[in-house]
């Protein structure tokens, strides 16, 4: 029996989910691509299938889905089977478990961010937060100063800042979610702004201001009448002593006239210069 084989056999007493399948390794090792060398593919995948599933339940406690890191694992088990090489002489579990647990490390790190961090930031958060549950056993449970984690942790402050800052950016907020404290339910949601519309609305009568003054009076009366004391186009038309016919075609020919001197002075606006 070769060493390889006697080591992988060793390993295999410790966990039920950790096959001898060496030989198939080997006849792996020796084919080309074809359906022959896919289906031992396939039968290591099925193999240790529940060693990366064991291996993905060390990590279910971190707020990800477990369906989810076991797929995950098992990305990670078929990346270590392509990347095996049994002439090396090391047992397969040892080239497969830091393959699996990196794979689900690198998802943790890359998918699992309520908002997208800089992986040096990601790093530095890491640090600050181990060394903030260390040094909190040690000050009886109250929260260590910025100037005890750079002790601890050899940062200088502006990165301690840094990680701190990003200990809250792990996972976000839903919007409908209530604010700390409140007991009314006033959500975050309720404290965001929005645009107001009446901001066009001012900047429309500015742009309608100087033309509308230089209307006759009848239409200027016409219009200040309808748009502003809401009058129907009837009621205008008997204190003017108009058809109530009139004043539409007046209003809509009145409206078409201001609305196209509008738009040919924003046209005939200077641009600003390019900047060098």
Known sequence: MSSTHASERTRRGNF????DTTEAFVRMAT???????QRLRDDLTRAWLPMAKRLALRFR????????????????????ING????????????????????????????????HVPRRVQELRNK?????????????????????????????????LLGLEALDSYKSLSLDAERPGADDGFTLQDTLGYAEPEY???????????????????ERRILYLR??????????????????MHVCRLIRRTCAQVREQVDTAGAELPTRPAVA
């Open 61 to 80: 406690d971190r707020g990800e889905n477990v369906e989810d890191l076991k797929q995950v694992a098992a990305l990670g088990l078929v990346k270590a």
């Open 16 to 19: 039920f989910d950790t096959p």
């Open 227 to 244: 748009f502003f004391c809401d009058m129907t186009q009837s009621s205008i038309g008997r204190e003017l002593g108009l058809s109530q």
């Open 200 to 218: 066009e609305l001012v900047t429309d009568r500015e742009a309608v201001k100087s033309h509308l003054r230089r209307l006759p009076y009848r």
């Open 128 to 160: 600050v937060r181990v060394a903030v549950r260390e040094l909190s056993v040690t000050a009886d449970g109250r929260s260590p100063s910025v100037a005890m984690i750079c002790a601890h942790t050899q940062l200088s402050e502006e990165h301690v």
């Open 84 to 115: 095996y090489d049994p002439d090396r002489g090391g047992a397969f579990e040892s080239y497969a478990v830091p393959t699996i647990v990196g794979e689900i490390k690198r998802h943790f790190r890359d998918c699992t961010w309520g908002v």
């Open 31 to 37: 084919l080309s691509e074809g359906p022959e060398k």
